[in-house]
């Protein structure tokens, strides 16, 4: 394979919903930029980074090889706000250059041998080139169709061979590999998400962020009652999701304490919504702090018996802040499907002591009353509870 037939390698970015953003759109283009060169550094490789129309163009620095290229398409499929990531050649803005490029493409792949069908499909977005897209599509597949002899499909091709010609330069490339979709994270804020070490919050977390929200982590361990086993496993799962926004922070809050008081205090029944209010009160008073403008959870609809309509009213009432419940309309299948994509369903799987456990009533109530919660609550003098919680805060650097 010659490089020169072939050209530069380069990564080629496609931008999802940030394109039908109007007056603001260079706003949620300036932050997915700096998130791509953010998420870069992971891999040492210093790109120069173009922004074309609904594209984004990394061209690699000089005499970079296929391996550059290839960990940088991957490093950036976990970024929010694109929606196809393709390692693309790019060549002279010239037919023949490209069509030689896409010549070189095709050599040596299996499925050519196999005679797969194809198509090419070319777009300007330089119309001042000598051939129009349709053009371009026939002279370039002609070429390809004597050499390797394959079938032309234009409706459902099995190979389609991109070419994109541009104001300097053109791209030719096959397949790629899909992104996260979404908005860059940074356009919608910043959230602060109550994360157990459990499945379905890592989940939520990522939903968030991929809907554009900045998240921080407030996890409770149930020290000085249980191990520390808790924490490393919340720590594990913010080092997984970390990779779709960078800079994550993780807070815990010991719990014990106050799990212990709640369980003295004799309400068997509503014992885990109590503490699920505290969790919520407690997490307002960290996400103030933080100047974080809601508060995530990995609730889902009926999962639990602190999941039902009712407790999820109960919940809401404990604090001002809106809580986004991401999860809400899903199936445990689908979220556990999400999990695993992501990579955070084998790290929740690992066993590990949860502070829930330290309460483990017989019963819990199905339709908890709002009243009932505050009489109790005023008695744990929940208020100054919270915020003595909120003081208690322990930041995990990732980097340490
Ligand atoms: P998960 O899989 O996220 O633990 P779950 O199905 O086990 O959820 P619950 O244990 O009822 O459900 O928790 C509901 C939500 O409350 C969680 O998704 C999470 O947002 C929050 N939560 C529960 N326990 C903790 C904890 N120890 N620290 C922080 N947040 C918690
Ligand atoms: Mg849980």
Redo the contacts with the bound molecule.
């Keep these: 394979m010659t490089m020169s037939a072939l050209g530069e390698p380069c990564v080629l970015l496609k931008l999802g919903e940030v394109v039908l953003k109007g007056n603001n759109r260079e706003l949620f283009e300036r932050r997915l930029q700096a998130n791509i060169k953010a998420a870069l550094k992971d891999v040492g490789v210093k790109v120069d980074l173009r922004q074309r129309h609904g594209v984004i163009a990394l061209f690699l620095p000089e005499g970079s090889d296929a391996g550059i290229a290839d960990a940088v398409a991957e490093r950036v499929s976990y970024v929010p706000g694109l929606v196809w990531v393709h390692r693309a050649w790019k060549v002279a803005k010239d037919p023949s250059a490209i069509t030689k490029a896409a010549i070189e493409l095709l050599a040596d792949r299996e499925d050519v041998r196999r005679g797969v069908s194809f198509a090419v499909r070319s777009r300007r977005r330089d119309k001042r080139f000598p051939l129009n897209s349709m053009e371009l599509d026939r002279s370039v597949g002609g070429e390809l169709n004597d050499i390797y002899g394959l079938p032309v499909d234009l409706r459902k091709p099995e190979l389609v061979v991109s070419i994109e010609v541009d104001r300097d330069e053109a791209f030719v490339f096959t397949d790629g590999q899909p992104g996260q979709g979404g908005l860059p994270v940074g356009t919608s804020g910043r959230g602060l998400?109550?994360?157990?070490?459990?499945?379905?919050?890592?989940v939520?977390a990522y939903r968030m962020m991929r809907r554009g929200l900045r998240v921080d982590f407030?996890?409770?361990?149930g020290i000085p009652f249980s191990t520390s086993e808790?924490i490393y496993k919340?720590y594990a799962l913010v080092k997984a999701l970390d990779r779709f926004q960078g800079g994550s922070r993780l807070w815990v809050v010991p719990?014990g304490k106050a799990q212990q008081s709640i369980k003295v205090s004799g309400q068997e029944r509503l014992a885990i919504i109590t503490q699920?209010r505290l969790?919520l009160k407690a997490g307002e008073e960290v996400a103030r702090r933080l100047r974080a403008g809601a508060l995530?959870?990995?609730?889902?609809l009926g999962?639990?018996s602190?999941?039902t309509l009712q407790n999820i009213t109960a919940q809401d009432d404990a604090v001002d802040m809106p809580i986004l419940r991401p999860l809400i309309g899903l199936d445990k299948t689908e979220i556990m499907a999400e999990a695993r994509r992501i990579g955070t369903l084998a790290i929740?799987e690992l066993p590990d002591e949860?502070?829930?456990s330290l309460l483990a009533p017989r019963r819990t109530e199905t339709a908890a009353k709002v009243a009932d919660l505050r009489r109790i609550e005023r008695r744990l003098d929940v208020e100054e509870l919270a915020v003595r919680l909120a003081g208690s805060l322990q930041e995990y650097r990732l980097d340490a």
């Design positions: 998400v109550l994360m157990s070490g459990g499945i379905d919050s890592p939520a407030l996890h409770f361990s808790s919340a719990f699920r969790m995530v959870t990995g609730d889902s999962q639990v602190s999941q929740s949860d502070c829930c």
